[in-house]
C-alpha cells in the first residue's frame, strides 16, 4: 500500500513537471522556478504598492571580456534597446512608456541587467516587451555607429568625474592581473573598432538561458505571472554557457600610491585595501568594521578627522564587495595641504582598531546601521528585484536573508582580527587626484608609507583607550506599534489623515505596515525664498548647526544614538520650505522622536560648532562646482531667476556663510521655527493616534507664532533673460536652457508636467532626436520644476565641446515644435500613462510620500493633491500644451547655464 502510494506521488510529481516545464520551489515568500531551458526564474508577490519589477539579470559583465574587448558588455546593453524584428529604433522603450513605466539597462563587472518598473497590472506586457528585447534584438549596423558615439560621451562624462575617475585609477593600481584593473567601458578607440559580428558573437556566448535569472517583485499573482514566462522564456532552446577562467590576483606585498591632476576643486581621497569577497564569513566582520570606522556623523574616521582636527570635510569607509574578492574602501574630499596629516590619521584610527576591542555600543550601533540599510535597499520593487538576483547570481537568493544573521553573529573580537589581517600598510593602494593649480609634489610610494608609519609612532591621548557613548535605549514608548513588517502585506492606507496637534502645528500620517520602516518629517515655511546675497545659506547652515548640539545632547551624541537606533536624519532646504526627514526603524520610533524633537527645540548653536559646519558647507558649495550637470543647471537658475532667491545658490554663498554669526543663526531660528509654523507628516508602521499622543506631548512647549509675511520680488517671466557660462578644462560642455514658468499653484503645472512627459524619458522627444537620431549625446532630458512662486521647464544635455551650438539649436526646435504643431492624440495617451505610472514608482517609498504631502500641503494645495495628481493630468488637452508652450517658451526669454569643456 506504502509503495503503491509513494509511486503514485512520484508519478504525479512527474506529470506536474511535464505539464509546467519546469522545477519549481517556493520558500520565504519567493518561488524560485528553472525552466526546462536552465533559465532561472524568482517571482516574489508583494502588494503593498501597485507596481512590478521585472529584471533580467545576465551573469556576464566586464570580467568576462578579453583585454580586446574591454566595454562591449556595456555596448551590448545599450544595442538592447535598439530594436527587434517586430519593433524598430525606439519602440521598445515607446512601448514601455505607453504602459506607465521604464526600460533601462546596466552593466557592472559581473553582470548585466535589464529591468522595466511599471504598473502591475501590465505586467504580462512587461514580460512581452523584455522578452522581445533579450530574444529578437537587431544589431543593426548604422545603429550600432550612432550608438558607438553616444557610448563615447558616457566615457567622457565619466573622465569629467573626479570620484568616478579617481575609482578607476584606484583599480588599475591595486590591480595587476585581474580584469577590475582595466578602465571598464573601453576606450574611444576600442569602441570605435567593433563591429556587429563581434556584438553578435559577444552575445552568442553569454547570453543563454543558464545564465539568466529573471526576477520578477511587486503586485502581481504568481501563478499567472509564471505562465506568462513560459509563454515568453521557455521557448529558447541554447547549449550550456561555457564558464571562462578568470586570471586571480596575487597577494599585494607593499603599499602602492599614485597622484594624479585635473581641473578640480578640492582633493579626493581614495585608500583601497584588499579584502575578501561576499561569500567569505570574513566579509560579514569587515562590514561592521567598516560602519565602526566610517559610517555616518559618529563614526570614528568622522569624528576624528571632521568633528576634532578638522581636516577633511567628508569621509567615509565602505566594502565593495564582489563573489570572490573585494575592496574596502577609505574616502574623503579635503585641501591638499591637509592631506598628508589626514592620511596619517586614517592609518591611525586604523591602528586603533587594532589595538583595542570596539565596545559594545559601537558594534551594536554597527549592526542596527547594517539592518536599516539593508531594510532601505529593498524598499522598492526594483531594489528587492536586484537583491533576489544577485544572491541567486552567487548561488542562492537566500543568502540575502542569511547576511542579517551573519552580520548579527560578528563579535568584537572578529573585528579586532580582520583589521589587522586585511588593513596593513602593505596591502594598501592610495590614490591623490588634486586640483591641477596646485604645485607639484612628486612623493613616491615608498615616502609615503615612511610618512604613515612616522605618524603611527607617534603616541597620541586617543592610543590610551577608548570608552563607549551611551545611547538612547531602542525600546520605544507611545509612538511605533509596528504591526507586520510583512512586504507581501497589503496594509496600506490609500489616503493620508490630517491632524491637528495641541500645539497648533499640523500632523499628516499615513500608516504602510509593509516594512517596520517610517519616514518622518518635520518642516517649517520659508527659509531659503526669504534669503537674499548677504545671508544665501543660512537656512542650511542653521539646519546643520542644530544636529551639533542641544542644551540636552552633543552632537555626538545624537548622531550616536540616532544611528544606534537604525536610523537616517537628513536636512532639507527647499526653495520655499525646510526641515528635517529622519528614517527609522519602526520599535525605534519613540526615542528617534525624543531626539528630534530636542534637536529642533533646544539647539545651542555653539560658535565653535558652527564654525566646523561652515567650513563644511562651503567645501560642498566648492565640490559642486565639480559636478557637470548639477553645476550648469546652477547656472541656469542664475540666469533665469537673476536677482530672485530663486537665483540664488541652493547650498549658498560661500562670502556669504564664511560672514554668518552664531546671533544671526539664532535670530533666523527664531523667526521660523514656531508651532503655528511647524507640518509634521509621517508614512509607515506605525499607529497614528499614538503617534499623535507621543507628538503632543513632545511639542507641548514649542513656542506659538506663525511666520510673517516677507516682501519679495516677483519672477518676471517676459524679461530678456542672460548666459552664464564658464571654461573648464573638461571633456565635454555641458549646458541647461530654459524658460520661467509657473508657480506650483496654478492650472498651467499641469499642463507643463504633460508637455515634459512627451519631451523628455527615454521614448520621450528630445531623448529620440538628440540622442537615438543625432547622437549627440549620452545624456539629455528635460524638466518641469514648479515652486511657491514661479517655475522652470529647462532641458539639460553634455555633448563634446565642438557640439555645443549644434545641440542647442536642436534642443531649441524642439521647443519650438510644441508651439507650432499640435502633439498627437498618440503621444498625449502615452505622456499620461507614463505621468500615471511613474508617479505609482515614485510614491513606493516612505519618504517619498513625506515629500510629496509636504508640498502638497506646505505651497497650499491640500494633501488631496497627491491623490488627484493623477486625475488632474488625464484631463489635460493638447489644446492646453500648445498653449503653455507658447506662453512660456519665449526665445527672447531664454537663459542658458553652461560649463565649456577645453579638453
Same mark, same amino acid.
Given at each position: 500500500?506504502?509503495?503503491?502510494?509513494?509511486?503514485?506521488?512520484?508519478?504525479?510529481?512527474?506529470?506536474?513537471?511535464?505539464?509546467?516545464?519546469?522545477?519549481?520551489?517556493?520558500?520565504?515568500?519567493?518561488?524560485?522556478?528553472?525552466?526546462?531551458?536552465?533559465?532561472?526564474?524568482?517571482?516574489?508577490?508583494?502588494?503593498?504598492?501597485?507596481?512590478?519589477?521585472?529584471?533580467?539579470?545576465?551573469?556576464?559583465?566586464?570580467?568576462?571580456?578579453?583585454?580586446?574587448?574591454?566595454?562591449?558588455?556595456?555596448?551590448?546593453?545599450?544595442?538592447?534597446?535598439?530594436?527587434?524584428?517586430?519593433?524598430?529604433?525606439?519602440?521598445?522603450?515607446?512601448?514601455?512608456?505607453?504602459?506607465?513605466?521604464?526600460?533601462?539597462?546596466?552593466?557592472?563587472?559581473?553582470?548585466?541587467?535589464?529591468?522595466?518598473?511599471?504598473?502591475?497590472?501590465?505586467?504580462?506586457?512587461?514580460?512581452?516587451?523584455?522578452?522581445?528585447?533579450?530574444?529578437?534584438?537587431?544589431?543593426?549596423?548604422?545603429?550600432?555607429?550612432?550608438?558607438?558615439?553616444?557610448?563615447?560621451?558616457?566615457?567622457?562624462?565619466?573622465?569629467?568625474?573626479?570620484?568616478?575617475?579617481?575609482?578607476?585609477?584606484?583599480?588599475?593600481?591595486?590591480?595587476?592581473?585581474?580584469?577590475?584593473?582595466?578602465?571598464?567601458?573601453?576606450?574611444?578607440?576600442?569602441?570605435?573598432?567593433?563591429?556587429?559580428?563581434?556584438?553578435?558573437?559577444?552575445?552568442?556566448?553569454?547570453?543563454?538561458?543558464?545564465?539568466?535569472?529573471?526576477?520578477?517583485?511587486?503586485?502581481?499573482?504568481?501563478?499567472?505571472?509564471?505562465?506568462?514566462?513560459?509563454?515568453?522564456?521557455?521557448?529558447?532552446?541554447?547549449?550550456?554557457?561555457?564558464?571562462?577562467?578568470?586570471?586571480?590576483?596575487?597577494?599585494?606585498?607593499?603599499?602602492?600610491?599614485?597622484?594624479?591632476?585635473?581641473?578640480?576643486?578640492?582633493?579626493?581621497?581614495?585608500?583601497?585595501?584588499?579584502?575578501?569577497?561576499?561569500?567569505?564569513?570574513?566579509?560579514?566582520?569587515?562590514?561592521?568594521?567598516?560602519?565602526?570606522?566610517?559610517?555616518?556623523?559618529?563614526?570614528?574616521?568622522?569624528?576624528?578627522?571632521?568633528?576634532?582636527?578638522?581636516?577633511?570635510?567628508?569621509?567615509?569607509?565602505?566594502?565593495?564587495?564582489?563573489?570572490?574578492?573585494?575592496?574596502?574602501?577609505?574616502?574623503?574630499?579635503?585641501?591638499?595641504?591637509?592631506?598628508?596629516?589626514?592620511?596619517?590619521?586614517?592609518?591611525?584610527?586604523?591602528?586603533?582598531?587594532?589595538?583595542?576591542?570596539?565596545?559594545?555600543?559601537?558594534?551594536?550601533?554597527?549592526?542596527?546601521?547594517?539592518?536599516?540599510?539593508?531594510?532601505?535597499?529593498?524598499?522598492?520593487?526594483?531594489?528587492?528585484?536586484?537583491?533576489?538576483?544577485?544572491?541567486?547570481?552567487?548561488?542562492?537568493?537566500?543568502?540575502?536573508?542569511?547576511?542579517?544573521?551573519?552580520?548579527?553573529?560578528?563579535?568584537?573580537?572578529?573585528?579586532?582580527?580582520?583589521?589587522?589581517?586585511?588593513?596593513?600598510?602593505?596591502?594598501?593602494?592610495?590614490?591623490?587626484?588634486?586640483?591641477?593649480?596646485?604645485?607639484?609634489?612628486?612623493?613616491?610610494?615608498?615616502?609615503?608609507?615612511?610618512?604613515?608609519?612616522?605618524?603611527?609612532?607617534?603616541?597620541?591621548?586617543?592610543?590610551?583607550?577608548?570608552?563607549?557613548?551611551?545611547?538612547?535605549?531602542?525600546?520605544?514608548?507611545?509612538?511605533?506599534?509596528?504591526?507586520?513588517?510583512?512586504?507581501?502585506?497589503?496594509?496600506?492606507?490609500?489616503?493620508?489623515?490630517?491632524?491637528?496637534?495641541?500645539?497648533?502645528?499640523?500632523?499628516?500620517?499615513? !500608516?504602510? *505596515?509593509?516594512?517596520? #520602516?517610517? /519616514? $518622518? @518629517?518635520?518642516?517649517?515655511?520659508?527659509?531659503?525664498?526669504? +534669503? &537674499?546675497?548677504?545671508?544665501?545659506?543660512?537656512?542650511?547652515?542653521?539646519?546643520?548647526?542644530?544636529?551639533?548640539?542641544?542644551?540636552?545632547?552633543?552632537?555626538?551624541?545624537?548622531?550616536?544614538?540616532?544611528?544606534?537606533?537604525?536610523?537616517?536624519?537628513?536636512?532639507?532646504?527647499?526653495?520655499?520650505?525646510?526641515?528635517?526627514?529622519?528614517?527609522?526603524?519602526?520599535?525605534?520610533?519613540?526615542?528617534?522622536?525624543?531626539?528630534?524633537?530636542?534637536?529642533?527645540?533646544?539647539?545651542?548653536?555653539?560658535?565653535?560648532?558652527?564654525?566646523?559646519?561652515?567650513?563644511?558647507?562651503?567645501?560642498?558649495?566648492?565640490?559642486?562646482?565639480?559636478?557637470?550637470?548639477?553645476?550648469?543647471?546652477?547656472?541656469?537658475?542664475?540666469?533665469?531667476? !537673476?536677482? *530672485?532667491?530663486?537665483? #540664488?545658490? /541652493? $547650498? @549658498?554663498?560661500?562670502?556669504?556663510?564664511?560672514?554668518?554669526? +552664531? &546671533?544671526?543663526?539664532?535670530?533666523?531660528?527664531?523667526?521660523?521655527?514656531?508651532?503655528?509654523?511647524?507640518?509634521?507628516?509621517?508614512?509607515?508602521?506605525?499607529?497614528?493616534?499614538?503617534?499623535?499622543?507621543?507628538?503632543?506631548?513632545?511639542?507641548?512647549?514649542?513656542?506659538?507664532?506663525?511666520?510673517?509675511?516677507?516682501?519679495?520680488?516677483?519672477?518676471?517671466?517676459?524679461?530678456?533673460?542672460?548666459?552664464?557660462?564658464?571654461?573648464?578644462?573638461?571633456?565635454?560642455?555641458?549646458?541647461?536652457?530654459?524658460?520661467?514658468?509657473?508657480?506650483?499653484?496654478?492650472?498651467?503645472?499641469?499642463?507643463?508636467?504633460?508637455?515634459?512627459?512627451?519631451?523628455?524619458?527615454?521614448?520621450?522627444?528630445?531623448?529620440?532626436?538628440?540622442?537615438?537620431?543625432?547622437?549627440?549625446?549620452?545624456?539629455?532630458?528635460?524638466?518641469?520644476?514648479?515652486?511657491?512662486?514661479?517655475?522652470?521647464?529647462?532641458?539639460?544635455?553634455?555633448?563634446?565641446?565642438?557640439?555645443?551650438?549644434?545641440?542647442?539649436?536642436?534642443?531649441?526646435?524642439?521647443?519650438?515644435?510644441?508651439?507650432?504643431?499640435?502633439?498627437?492624440?498618440?503621444?498625449?495617451?502615452?505622456?499620461?500613462?507614463?505621468?500615471?505610472?511613474?508617479?505609482?514608482?515614485?510614491?513606493?517609498?516612505?519618504?517619498?510620500?513625506?515629500?510629496?504631502?509636504?508640498?502638497?500641503?506646505?505651497?497650499?494645495?491640500?494633501?488631496?493633491?497627491?491623490?488627484?495628481?493623477?486625475?488632474?493630468?488625464?484631463?489635460?488637452?493638447?489644446?492646453?500644451?500648445?498653449?503653455?508652450?507658447?506662453?512660456?517658451?519665449?526665445?527672447?526669454?531664454?537663459?542658458?547655464?553652461?560649463?565649456?569643456?577645453?579638453?
Amino acid at each position: 500500500m506504502r509503495d503503491r502510494l509513494v509511486k503514485s506521488l512520484l508519478l504525479l510529481l512527474w506529470i506536474c513537471l511535464i505539464f509546467t516545464g519546469c522545477e519549481k520551489m517556493k520558500t520565504d515568500g519567493v518561488t524560485r522556478t528553472v525552466l526546462d531551458n536552465g533559465l532561472t526564474v524568482l517571482i516574489e508577490e508583494r502588494h503593498s504598492a501597485p507596481v512590478v519589477a521585472i529584471n533580467t539579470w545576465v551573469r556576464t559583465g566586464y570580467f568576462n571580456e578579453p583585454d580586446s574587448l574591454t566595454g562591449i558588455s556595456h555596448l551590448l546593453e545599450h544595442m538592447f534597446f535598439k530594436g527587434t524584428e517586430k519593433r524598430k529604433v525606439g519602440e521598445l522603450r515607446e512601448d514601455t512608456k505607453r504602459l506607465g513605466g521604464y526600460l533601462n539597462g546596466g552593466t557592472i563587472y559581473e553582470y548585466t541587467n535589464y529591468y522595466t518598473i511599471l504598473p502591475s497590472t501590465f505586467v504580462q506586457e512587461g514580460l512581452e516587451i523584455q522578452s522581445d528585447a533579450l530574444w529578437n534584438s537587431v544589431i543593426d549596423s548604422a545603429e550600432l555607429a550612432k550608438e558607438k558615439d553616444v557610448v563615447i560621451q558616457e566615457v567622457k562624462r565619466k573622465l569629467d568625474n573626479p570620484n568616478a575617475l579617481a575609482w578607476e585609477k584606484l583599480m588599475e593600481l591595486a590591480f595587476d592581473h585581474h580584469p577590475l584593473r582595466r578602465w571598464r567601458m573601453g576606450t574611444p578607440d576600442q569602441i570605435s573598432g567593433w563591429s556587429r559580428d563581434d556584438l553578435e558573437s559577444y552575445f552568442k556566448k553569454f547570453y543563454r538561458p543558464d545564465n539568466i535569472v529573471l526576477a520578477i517583485v511587486g503586485d502581481v499573482r504568481t501563478s499567472e505571472v509564471l505562465e506568462g514566462v513560459k509563454r515568453h522564456y521557455a521557448r529558447v532552446e541554447m547549449p550550456e554557457t561555457e564558464r571562462l577562467a578568470i586570471p586571480q590576483e596575487p597577494e599585494q606585498s607593499q603599499l602602492r600610491y599614485l597622484q594624479m591632476k585635473g581641473d578640480i576643486t578640492q582633493t579626493y581621497l581614495k585608500i583601497g585595501f584588499h579584502m575578501p569577497g561576499e561569500l567569505d564569513s570574513d566579509f560579514f566582520a569587515l562590514d561592521v568594521l567598516a560602519h565602526i570606522l566610517g559610517h555616518g556623523r559618529s563614526s570614528r574616521l568622522s569624528q576624528s578627522l571632521i568633528e576634532q582636527k578638522r581636516l577633511v570635510n567628508s569621509v567615509s569607509s565602505s566594502v565593495f564587495g564582489l563573489k570572490d574578492f573585494g575592496v574596502f574602501l577609505v574616502e574623503a574630499g579635503l585641501d591638499t595641504e591637509d592631506l598628508q596629516e589626514a592620511e596619517v590619521e586614517i592609518f591611525r584610527q586604523i591602528e586603533r582598531l587594532k589595538k583595542q576591542q570596539v565596545p559594545y555600543d559601537e558594534l551594536f550601533k554597527a549592526k542596527n546601521a547594517i539592518k536599516f540599510s539593508h531594510l532601505s535597499s529593498v524598499e522598492t520593487v526594483r531594489g528587492q528585484s536586484f537583491s533576489l538576483a544577485a544572491y541567486e547570481a552567487y548561488g542562492d537568493y537566500r543568502l540575502a536573508q542569511r547576511y542579517l544573521e551573519n552580520v548579527d553573529r560578528v563579535t568584537a573580537e572578529d573585528v579586532h582580527r580582520v583589521a589587522s589581517k586585511y588593513l596593513v600598510l602593505e596591502n594598501a593602494s592610495i590614490i591623490e587626484n588634486r586640483p591641477e593649480s596646485e604645485s607639484d609634489d612628486d612623493m613616491s610610494a615608498g615616502q609615503i608609507e615612511e610618512t604613515i608609519r612616522e605618524g603611527l609612532a607617534e603616541r597620541t591621548t586617543e592610543d590610551e583607550g577608548s570608552e563607549g557613548i551611551d545611547l538612547e535605549s531602542p525600546r520605544t514608548e507611545g509612538a511605533s506599534g509596528g504591526q507586520s513588517g510583512d512586504p507581501t502585506s497589503g496594509s496600506v492606507d490609500v489616503s493620508a489623515s490630517s491632524h491637528v496637534l495641541s500645539c497648533g502645528a499640523t500632523l499628516i500620517t499615513r !500608516e504602510n *505596515h509593509s516594512l517596520p #520602516l517610517v /519616514s $518622518l @518629517g518635520v518642516y517649517f515655511k520659508g527659509g531659503r525664498v526669504r +534669503e &537674499s546675497e548677504k545671508n544665501c545659506g543660512i537656512t542650511r547652515l542653521m539646519l546643520r548647526g542644530s544636529l551639533k548640539g542641544t542644551a540636552n545632547r552633543t552632537g555626538q551624541e545624537i548622531f550616536n544614538s540616532l544611528e544606534a537606533l537604525g536610523a537616517s536624519i537628513n536636512t532639507e532646504a527647499e526653495p520655499d520650505y525646510f526641515g528635517y526627514l529622519i528614517k527609522i526603524l519602526s520599535t525605534n520610533l519613540g526615542p528617534g522622536l525624543d531626539i528630534i524633537a530636542d534637536v529642533i527645540k533646544n539647539p545651542l548653536f555653539d560658535p565653535e560648532e558652527l564654525e566646523k559646519e561652515k567650513e563644511i558647507l562651503v567645501a560642498r558649495i566648492e565640490r559642486n562646482k565639480d559636478n557637470m550637470r548639477d553645476y550648469s543647471i546652477r547656472l541656469f537658475h542664475k540666469a533665469l531667476f !537673476e536677482d *530672485h532667491p530663486y537665483g #540664488l545658490n /541652493s $547650498l @549658498g554663498e560661500e562670502e556669504a556663510v564664511r560672514g554668518l554669526g +552664531e &546671533s544671526q543663526v539664532k535670530r533666523w531660528r527664531e523667526q521660523h521655527v514656531s508651532s503655528g509654523n511647524m507640518t509634521v507628516v509621517a508614512v509607515g508602521d506605525f499607529d497614528s493616534s499614538r503617534l499623535k499622543e507621543k507628538l503632543d506631548e513632545l511639542f507641548e512647549d514649542l513656542r506659538a507664532g506663525e511666520i510673517g509675511a516677507a516682501e519679495i520680488e516677483q519672477v518676471d517671466s517676459d524679461v530678456e533673460k542672460d548666459s552664464v557660462t564658464e571654461t573648464r578644462r573638461k571633456a565635454q560642455t555641458a549646458q541647461a536652457l530654459g524658460f520661467a514658468t509657473c508657480s506650483y499653484k496654478e492650472e498651467d503645472f499641469y499642463a507643463l508636467k504633460v508637455l515634459q512627459g512627451i519631451a523628455s524619458g527615454t521614448g520621450g522627444r528630445f531623448f529620440h532626436q538628440l540622442r537615438e537620431k543625432e547622437a549627440l549625446a549620452y545624456t539629455v532630458y528635460g524638466v518641469n520644476r514648479s515652486w511657491g512662486q514661479a517655475g522652470a521647464f529647462y532641458a539639460y544635455i553634455a555633448t563634446s565641446p565642438e557640439n555645443e551650438e549644434l545641440a542647442r539649436e536642436k534642443l531649441l526646435d524642439e521647443f519650438d515644435k510644441f508651439k507650432i504643431d499640435p502633439v498627437t492624440d498618440e503621444e498625449l495617451e502615452v505622456a499620461k500613462n507614463y505621468i500615471a505610472g511613474m508617479y505609482k514608482i515614485y510614491l513606493e517609498t516612505n519618504s517619498a510620500m513625506v515629500r510629496q504631502y509636504a508640498k502638497a500641503h506646505l505651497l497650499g494645495k491640500g494633501i488631496e493633491e497627491v491623490e488627484r495628481y493623477p486625475e488632474k493630468v488625464a484631463r489635460v488637452t493638447k489644446e492646453e500644451i500648445n498653449e503653455v508652450a507658447a506662453r512660456y517658451f519665449d526665445p527672447k526669454s531664454l537663459a542658458v547655464g553652461a560649463i565649456r569643456g577645453t579638453r
